[in-house]
């Protein structure tokens, strides 16, 4: 239950963008509080469930990967997706428009498992990885660690999401996975 709720979460964050633009374009606020507080108010709620979804990871269990055989920098690969969300949320006309875009984005994030990638993990320091291990499963690494070689000995201490991605939250200052021959 507690994984299901995650994956709402991390859908949320990554689909709130759609709304934080749409309140921004339309000059949102409540309660009389002047539009330039409500947008950073805003734009403080993807922050905030950010942090909160890490908070949340501490609680998964452990896990260990080793003879991983392929990297693949993934940070990239997704700001086009996070790009159509930005124009999305700027071309929605009404609030009608949102809720029904908005429901749409949020089931097909949540059951295309994109949901974790978090741009705000960025802002924070983590770097996102497809690892393919040697029996040729595709794993989603998030770290803070640079991982430059594909000649893993194993990454430690992982926090499993699901049956294909991992969060490792232990702190590294400048430190990379390498492998032995580049030692």
């Known amino acids: 239950m507690l994984n299901f709720i995650y994956s709402l979460l991390l859908t949320f964050n990554a689909t709130s963008w ?8 339309h000059n949102w606020t409540l ?9 950073i108010l805003l734009l403080i709620v993807p922050i905030i ?15 260990n990967l080793s003879s991983c055989v392929e ?30 875009v908005y429901i749409i984005i949020f089931i097909f994030t949540q059951v295309s498992q994109i949901e974790y990638f978090n741009p705000i993990y960025l802002l924070f320091g983590y770097k ?21 070689n594909a000649n893993l000995e ?20 400048n430190e990379s996975i390498v492998s032995k021959n580049k030692k």
Request: hydrophobic share 45%; aromatic share 14%; proline share 2%.
């Open 18 to 25: 759609v709304i934080v633009l749409y309140g921004v374009k």
């Open 31 to 39: 309660f009389n509080i002047p539009n330039s507080i409500f947008v």
């Open 49 to 63: 469930t950010s942090l909160l979804s890490l908070l949340l990871a501490k609680s998964f269990s452990n896990d």
């Open 71 to 100: 990297v693949e920098y993934a940070d990239s690969s997704f700001i086009p997706t996070y790009l159509g969300y930005f124009f999305v949320g700027l071309s929605l006309e009404n609030i009608q428009q949102l809720i029904m």
């Open 128 to 148: 996102f990885y497809h690892v393919k291990s040697s029996k040729g499963t595709k794993l989603f690494i998030i770290t803070k660690r640079k991982i430059r």
């Open 154 to 173: 194993n990454l430690e201490n992982l926090k499993r999401i699901n049956e294909t991605t991992f969060i490792e939250l232990r702190r590294y200052k």
